[in-house]
């Protein structure tokens, strides 16, 4: 097993809120996945009331909850492969919140949007972002998840702490290899070696 090894702590210093919600909803609830855009206009996916910390995605489509009988589905972070594919995470809602195996991390393949590899899991997915070899995602009860690239397999699990102390995920960048940054609720950055 790989241990996830914090090696430095940087303060956050630069974030930007939300400028506005585009569409034709005048508001959003906290917490509801919404098309937004920064301060300088560049369109992203991001949640009502949350603070952005990465700039100039893609633009999207519609991205309101959809409702399919007693379902509720919510967008979850993405990024795009080398060779283009999209992998995505989300969470499905039924009638009494979210249910075991409700989360889900999707591979989709660019010619076809078909689904090359799904993994489930119980929690929301909070961050993601791959390397060569490695997907990594970030959840909200402070796990660290590796699966693999190809086949979406789990490489190693881990749940974070700083000092023994746990510490909950909210945005993740694959630095070099084997480096992750790692921003937490309590806005520190955490430098941190996988070995």
Not at 1 to 21: A, C, D, H, N, Y
Not at 46 to 55: D, E, I, R, S, T
Not at 111 to 130: I, M, Y
Request: with cysteine; net charge negative.
């Amino acid at each position: 097993m790989q241990p996830l090894i914090v090696e430095k702590i940087i303060t956050m210093t630069i974030s930007f809120g939300i400028g506005r919600i585009l569409g034709g909803r005048p508001f959003a609830e906290v917490g509801d996945p919404v098309l937004a855009a920064d301060d300088e206009g560049r369109g992203l996916l991001a949640m009502a009331g949350a603070h952005v910390a990465v700039a100039g995605v893609h633009g999207f489509g519609s991205t309101a909850s959809v409702g399919v009988y007693a379902e509720t589905h919510f967008a979850g972070p993405g990024v795009e492969t080398a060779d283009g594919d999209l992998i995505h995470a989300g969470t499905v809602h039924h009638g009494h919140g979210l249910q075991p195996g409700g989360s889900f991390v999707v591979r989709r393949a660019v010619t076809s949007g078909e689904p090359t590899w799904v993994f489930r899991t119980d929690r929301k997915a909070t961050d993601s972002d791959h390397d060569t070899e490695t997907v990594y995602v970030t959840y909200d009860d402070g796990e660290v998840v590796g699966l693999d690239l190809r086949d979406g397999n789990v490489r190693w699990r881990r749940h974070l702490a700083v000092a023994g102390v746990p510490v909950v995920p909210t945005a993740l960048t694959v630095a070099e290899p084997g480096r992750l940054l790692i921003g937490t609720t309590d806005g520190r950055i955490l430098d941190c070696s996988i070995v």
